[in-house]
């Protein structure tokens, strides 16, 4: 019988009003609206929570940066005011430096390649260093390959790319990497990064299609180049306050429910992968698919010696070479 009925039941035949199953709100926020793919990945978690706990925790959603930055949102959940954030890696390394190796530049073949380390031991062991920095991590859920955007000129080769002022975010792999481009990075947080490029503080950016399309980027951005440079992950993140306070059973609840996040995120991901191309050169953006790829690895290479000096050679190859 369901628990609603029983509850009416048991308080009709006592005459005693029986409390109400109390609800706990779980306040979750993320970067781009709703009907993105952090959207979509938050909208299973939510779901999935209510429907694995008979509506005794119900999330509170907080959509297209509402609560600030990334960076913003993480401190918030280590401060409590925040419940949980889907949140790509970008400033997540500034508090796991563990996550700093997945940020590398041209780390991952392909999306199948990124799945199937972050799924495996590497992500997984990642995964175990959040808790003495006063964060849980869930699941990897994902942003996506990121691309380059400007304002100025087609980029094919790095030299094209030389001197442009672009956004990064807060993390210093992509700007050790992006420098070896010739490029001037401004890391900033997202919630600035659309007024910048309008106003042209900045000349680019670079992020995945999802998040082009989302934040709706062809306004302000002429040019699109399928650098792919960077696989940028995403993780929903939690704090053990809020963990802590779970049954085993809930707690089960909320880490199945981050995992089906993780697949709808991942399908929304390709989803806007195959269609957004298009979409973006109907709203007047020109794009460059076929760029010089091999000229930004042979470009970056002075950064992978630095890469290499501070997460070891063997850990970088061991996800290069993971199959
Ligand atoms: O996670 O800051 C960024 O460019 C991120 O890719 C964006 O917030 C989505």
Known sequence: MKLSKLVIGLSLATGFAVPAMAQTIVKIGYATNAASHYGVGSTVFCDEVEKGTQARYKCQQFPSSALGGEREMIEAVQLGTLDVVNTSTGPVGNFVPEVKIVDIPFLFRDYDHARLVMDGPIGQDILTKFPTKGLVALAWTENGFRHMTNSKRPIVKPTDAAGLKMRTMENKVHMDGYRTFGILPTPMAFPEVFGALQQGTVDGQENPIPVILASKFSQVQKHLSLTGHVYSPALLITSPR??????????????????????????????????????????????VSKVDGQGFRDALKPAYAGYAKEFGADNIRKIQEAK
């Open 242 to 287: 809020l963990i802590g306070k779970l049954s085993e059973p809930d707690k089960k609840v909320f880490y199945e429910a981050a995992k089906k996040a993780a697949v709808a995120q991942r399908k929304k991901v390709n989803e806007d992968e195959a269609n957004g191309i298009a979409q973006l050169e109907k709203e007047g953006m020109t794009v």
